[in-house]
């Protein structure tokens, strides 16, 4: 599997295509729908630089404190994207991210985001709490803890070869979309045999 | 003896094992839809990433996944057991399996939106009992994850759009149909529990229920094996794939019950279970004895 290291450029960004597999290396941010929210209400400037040129992990981790106060991600899988399909596509052109990393794929406005602004949905494997925990080496730092709690605050982590697979991409396909429609063609004809 | 003590320490075992145990049966799909994918396709990665999984939660006594669910349990009890008693264990087992991580805090207040903390509430667990002629009192469960939960369905037949009229005809054709409306989601691949008939309450439970058979079962009434045969097929052929990434591995299995209905009521009821399809049972014999069944 081709390794990118984050922060990434819209270059090479922009050279990812439907149906790669890659594994992240680098820094990236959590957040999900309090966050999402937060993001587009006002400009964060404390939280910017750690969404510039890098990704949002759409999950909401079970976390373990350490006594000496340092977290720790036990289970960590992506949670279901669609949700986010408001505010997607703003988040990421306000704040330069360079793509989204979640499960089930989101729709149109983020999809023309990622064209326009240069940038690709990951899809994690859903489920896979363990296998996408173990890739998380460190945290750093977190944001909005207290307000938002564990699952929806902005946790800024480190991962190394964190699998993920490229679903949408910056040149306007969606694997969710083909999939979709070859599906439905397929159920056509497996209706029709009967009729 | 089975005393409450000894109720709540084999159900958290149970509970434990539920959840950081993927049953083998699954895990042979699992690893038979692995082999049927494409080398270097995304869907046979995806396969791998779960069963990589699978083996490090098992390794680790750790959650398969993260959504441990809610835990959904059958008891078969004799004449005289006390089913209060076999519910508040559970209640605590529930409780002391969320203290120790192998559940997550899952039970959300409805109006609140606050979090009960302790992995149980109204409802959370939801137990069903049932008196029978054995000295045994037999438990098994389900974790019912989230996402795969917000994709089951219930459908009135007939239905025009599709020409389904109330026969198995009419069933296969809602079926594939809300499989091909659910897409990947829901964690695909994944095992349909179905049950034709009932009332909408009994059918949600009964097509709950299906998800404890074994997936190489076979259905004792042969036309219902035939459609559970055919439905796999033929939902295999519509190339969702895992996470609906496309591929041949949609469905892991297919299993349906049937109960009898109003004469004017024909319901399809369809809980869909993602490949964290996770279960456990056990029997407790009158001395408190235990045997896991599988
Ligand atoms: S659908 Fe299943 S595998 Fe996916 S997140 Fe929910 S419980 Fe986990």
Redesign the pocket.
């Given at each position: 599997m081709a390794e990118l290291k984050l922060p990434v450029s819209e270059d090479e960004i922009r050279a990812l295509h439907v149906g790669d597999a890659v594994e992240l290396t680098g820094r990236m941010i959590t957040g999900r729908d309090a966050a999402h929210k937060w993001l587009i209400e006002a400009f964060r400037e404390d939280v910017a630089p750690y969404l510039k040129d890098t990704v949002i992990y759409q999950c909401g981790p079970v976390v373990r404190k350490n006594p000496d106060g340092s977290y720790v991600f036990v289970a960590a899988?992506p949670?279901t994207s669609i949700r986010e399909e408001p505010y997607e596509a703003d988040v990421m052109c306000r704040y330069g991210l360079r793509g989204v990393i979640g499960?089930g794929g989101m729709g149109p406005k983020t999809l023309a985001g990622l064209e326009r602004c240069g940038g690709v949905y990951f899809h994690a494997v859903?489920?896979a709490?363990q296998v996408l925990a173990h890739a998380v080496k460190k945290v750093e730092r977190v944001f909005m803890l207290e307000e938002f709690g564990v699952p929806e605050a902005l946790w800024v982590i480190d991962v190394a070869r964190f699998p993920v697979m490229v679903t949408m991409d910056s040149h306007g396909r969606s694997l969710h979309d083909e999939v979709d429609a070859a599906s439905r063609e397929k159920l056509k004809e497996l209706l029709a045999l009967e009729a | 003896m089975r005393s409450h003590d000894r109720y709540t320490e084999v159900f958290l075992e149970m509970l434990q094992r539920a959840s950081t145990q993927l049953p083998d049966d699954v895990v042979a799909a699992l690893r038979r839809g692995r082999d049927l994918e494409e080398d270097g396709s995304l869907a046979q990665k995806a396969l791998d990433t779960i069963l990589m999984n699978v083996d490090l939660a098992r390794e680790q006594t750790a959650p398969?996944?993260?959504?441990?669910?809610t835990p959904v349990v059958w008891v078969h009890h004799p004449v005289g057991v006390s089913t209060r008693l076999i519910e508040n264990s559970m209640i605590e087992a529930v409780q002391r399996a969320t203290a120790r991580q192998y559940l997550r805090p899952n039970a959300v207040h409805t109006l609140t939106g606050k979090n009960t903390g302790t992995g149980s509430g109204a409802g959370i667990p939801s137990l069903h009992f049932q008196e029978w002629d054995h000295p045994e009192v037999e438990v098994r469960l389900i974790?019912?994850?989230?996402?795969?939960e917000n994709v089951g369905s219930q459908h009135k037949l007939p239905d025009n759009r599709l020409g389904a009229g109330r026969d198995l005809e009419g069933v296969r054709r809602v079926v594939l149909d809300a499989l091909v409306q659910a897409q990947g989601k829901?964690?695909a691949p994944?095992t349909l529990g179905i049950c034709i008939g009932g009332d909408r309450v009994s059918g949600y439970e009964e097509s709950k229920r299906q998800l404890l058979r074994r997936l190489e079962d076979t259905n004792p009434i042969p036309e219902l094996a035939r459609l559970e045969e055919r439905i796999f097929r033929e939902g295999n052929e519509l190339g969702i794939g895992p996470m609906g990434f496309g591929g041949k591995t949609t469905l892991l299995g297919v299993k349906i019950g049937t109960l009898d209905r109003l004469p004017a009521c024909y319901f399809v009821t369809i809980s869909y279970?993602?490949?964290?399809g996770r279960r456990a049972g056990v029997s407790i014999s009158e001395g408190g004895d235990v045997t896991w069944l599988s």
């Open positions: 899988g949670t499960k859903g489920g709490a | 398969i996944c993260q959504d441990t669910g974790l019912k994850g989230g996402g795969s829901g964690c994944g279970m993602c490949w964290a």
